[in-house]
Every structure is written in structure tokens, then in C-alpha cells.
């Protein structure tokens, strides 16, 4: 993934420049057949978490380093709006909130795990704290018996 957003990033150049700074941008492969996935990223956000079915989180900062994915496994990808959110509404952590979320809706859909995830985030929040962009998108691995190699998404 990071050879594609580095030629994106050279094709696209000025027009991911804005007044407030630079965009961000990050680009998830899945293979589901292979049940793999990498991630890269031009700056610090979004933000790639790997909720892994065992219930361990688990950021993937690594630009292009391959991991192995289980059914029922869910890669989060959220801003920095969301991840501000929920420090200042809950103090946690989006993977503390996630870690929780994932023990919750264990074997629901990923709208569900999105649900509850952002419930998390609404609960304490005022209208005056949705300033930033608070953007979740939620994209699990189903089990065997949904079929194999899909992959579900919520955001």
C-alpha cells in the first residue's frame, strides 16, 4: 500500500495541502482470501486499530507490514475528531473504548461494534466538542460460515 499513496501523493500534490495544514490519508489492503492485511498512511491520522477476536487491540502504525487476519477480526479506522472525542468525553482511549466495545458485540456485525463504539463517544459529548471531523469505519473479517474470504463494513 505505501508505494500507491506515495505515487498518489506525488500526483495529487498541492491538492492535499489546505490552509490548516496537510490531509491526511491512510490506504487499508485486505486480502480476505489470504486473510492479510497492511496498511500506510501519509501523516499521523487516521488512525488503523486491529481488534483482534481475542479482544486485544493493537495499533497498526507499521507502514506495509503485513498481518494476519482471523475471522471475525475488525480493523477500525477513525480521525483524530474522534479520537479527541472520546478523550474528552470518556478519557479513554480509542482502544480502551474499542477493547470494551469488541467484549460487548463480540459476535455482532461490524454496524454493531460501529454502534456501540460511538455510543461511547455521544454519551458525554457536547454539540460544542463536534467541531473536528469525527469519522469511524469499521471493516470485519466474517467468519467461515458467512462465506469465505467476505468482509463486512460499517462507518
Known amino acids: 500500500p505505501r508505494a500507491l499513496l506515495m505515487r498518489l501523493d ?12 496537510h490531509t491526511s490519508l491512510a490506504l487499508v489492503r485486505i486480502d480476505p482470501q489470504a486473510r492479510t492485511c497492511a496498511m500506510a498512511r501519509i501523516g499521523t491520522w487516521p488512525q488503523v486499530l486491529l481488534l483482534r477476536t481475542n479482544g ?3 495499533e497498526l502504525a507499521d507502514q506495509d507490514r503485513e498481518r494476519t487476519l482471523e475471522a ?4 477500525v479506522i477513525l480521525t483524530d475528531g474522534i479520537a479527541k472525542l472520546l478523550e474528552r468525553s470518556s478519557g479513554e ?13 463480540k459476535a455482532e456485525p461490524a454496524a454493531r461494534l460501529h454502534d456501540e463504539f ?8 457536547r454539540v460544542s466538542d463536534m467541531g473536528d471531523d469525527i469519522t469511524t469505519v469499521i471493516l470485519r473479517l466474517l467468519p467461515a460460515e ?3 474470504g467476505q468482509v463486512e463494513s460499517a462507518a
Not at 506525488?10 to 495544514?21: A, I, K, T
Not at 471475525?72 to 480493523?75: A, P
Open 10 to 21: 506525488r500526483v495529487l500534490g498541492s491538492m492535499l495541502r489546505r490552509e490548516s495544514g
Open 56 to 58: 486485544t487491540v493493537e
Open 72 to 75: 471475525g477480526d475488525s480493523l
Open 93 to 105: 482511549s480509542p482502544a480502551e473504548v474499542l477493547r470494551r466495545a469488541g467484549q460487548i458485540v
Open 118 to 125: 460511538l455510543a461511547t463517544a455521544r454519551a458525554a459529548a
Open 146 to 148: 458467512a462465506g469465505t
